[in-house]
């Protein structure tokens, strides 16, 4: 069953996305300039097989200098613990991967708790031990010499929510609003019956990670809700961050980057490496984040 608006799930999960395997299959070749970040795959008889995540990388648009490169590594905060092993290893073949946290200081990393999130800290732990899957902080290496901060401080994020006259509840109501208004333009949902259902399923793992990675996919219509007119700090304040930090690492001599990043950051990131660093995307990889058939 297809999830046709938003619901409270699809705007929690998307805000964890904003927030915090399998094999890999080879590089495909893009034909958009708008590709997406996440998906749902589906075996020959329709039923779902994976929720993954994309990897794309964008190139000079010149072709020069040869070499460079900067991928952008969609993120999901809580997934299988082989997700995580892949990417630590493929974090080995770069120069730089910036990443993001919101914490009390870029000297202290990794670290949680922060004010502002622990309602979504909440919840991305309920997930951790309903879905039986694992934590993004405590499964990524952050200790290797390549990986760069590149997010705002907690005093950052708290003074750019001031100076934009936001917070925190303004934010996710400002999501719930949007979801309520594709509501009603768009058929019902019966997505939160679907997890009432899944709640009681006999193999409660498995139906609950189907559903929510349904609700996954909802997250591109309320990326863009946070990212048009002037934006906001959970998504474009913090993008902006991210490139700034990406403009000194490449001044560096750096070539090999990678920016890893919420999935739902990217949409936006994408189009700013375009515009901004007259970069294209040429190649799009999937992971699997979590597999929905056990």
């Excluded at 648009?61 to 997934?79: C, E, F, T, W």
């Excluded at 929510?161 to 009603?184: D, H, I, N, P, Y």
């Excluded at 690492?249 to 901004?276: C, N, T, V, W």
Aim: proline share 4%; aromatic share 8%.
């Amino acid at each position: 069953m297809s999830v046709k608006h938003p619901s409270i799930w699809s705007i929690v999960l998307s805000a964890s996305l904003l927030l915090a395997g399998g094999v890999s299959a080879q590089p495909e070749p893009l034909t958009t300039q708008e590709p997406g970040f996440i998906r749902i795959v589906h075996d020959g008889a329709d039923q779902p097989r994976a929720l993954e995540v994309a990897v794309v990388r964008y190139l000079p648009a010149s072709g020069k200098p040869a070499g460079h490169y900067v991928d952008l590594i969609g993120a999901v905060h809580i997934a299988d613990k082989d997700y995580y092993q892949q990417l630590n290893n493929r974090f080995r073949d770069y120069d730089a991967v910036l990443f993001e946290l919101v914490t009390s200081s870029s000297e202290n990393l990794p670290g949680t708790g922060e004010a502002g999130f622990n309602m979504l800290s909440m919840f991305q732990g309920w997930m951790k031990n309903v879905l039986d899957l694992s934590f993004q902080l405590e499964q990524i290496d952050y200790g290797s010499d390549n990986l760069v901060h590149a997010d705002m401080t907690t005093s950052e994020f708290q003074a750019s929510m001031q100076a934009r006259g936001e917070s925190m509840f303004k934010t996710f109501a400002r999501m719930w609003r949007a979801g309520l208004q594709q509501s009603l333009q768009s058929p019902p949902s019966d997505s939160d019956l679907d997890i009432f259902r899944a709640l009681f399923a006999a193999n409660r793992e498995q139906a609950l990670k189907q559903v929510m990675a349904r609700e996954f996919i909802n997250m591109e219509q309320l990326e863009a809700v946070l990212s048009k007119g002037d934006g906001s700090t959970l998504l474009t304040e913090r993008n902006k961050k991210a490139l700034q930090v990406l403009s000194g690492e490449i001044d560096s001599g750096k070539q090999r980057l990678a920016i890893f990043y919420g999935a739902a950051h990217m949409p936006d990131m994408g189009r700013r490496l375009m515009a901004e660093f007259e970069l294209v995307p040429a190649t799009i990889t999937w992971l699997q984040a979590w597999d929905l058939t056990e």
